[in-house]
């Protein structure tokens, strides 16, 4: 059984910082791409960065350079540094990972940015 467990998120003013961290159980974590989804209300839940168990990264055009993922597998953790945050990034965040075609998502941190 996999879960994942999301912490980090909170109220931050536009142009601030926060640290999003995936805490996961089970020896696959390190060797599975960790991804970074948001939803916002009304909206779609989109990704937002993705991170390979080598450490490559993608990020969705509306976050490349100012957000950053980064894994530590000795403590099956995965980090999602928001900076320079704007309005538009309020939403719940997500982890998220495939394992054997089944989806496992953590219960989502809550991020709101003020203007």
């Known amino acids: 059984q996999v879960q994942l467990v999301e912490s980090g998120g909170g109220l931050v003013q536009a142009g601030g910082s926060l640290r999003l961290s995936c805490a996961a159980s089970?020896?696959?974590?390190?060797?599975?791409?960790i991804n970074w989804h948001r939803q916002a209300p009304g909206k779609q839940r989109e990704l937002v960065a993705s991170i390979t168990s080598g450490g490559s990264t993608n990020y969705a055009d509306s976050v490349k350079g100012r957000f950053t993922i980064s894994r530590d597998n000795v403590k099956n953790t995965v980090y999602l540094r928001m900076n320079s945050l704007k309005p538009e990034d309020t939403a719940v965040y997500y982890c998220?990972?495939?394992?054997?075609?089944?989806?496992?998502w953590g219960q989502g941190t809550q991020v709101t940015v003020s203007s």
């Open positions: 089970g020896s696959i974590f390190s060797i599975k791409t």
């Open positions: 998220n990972l495939r394992l054997f075609a089944v989806d496992y």
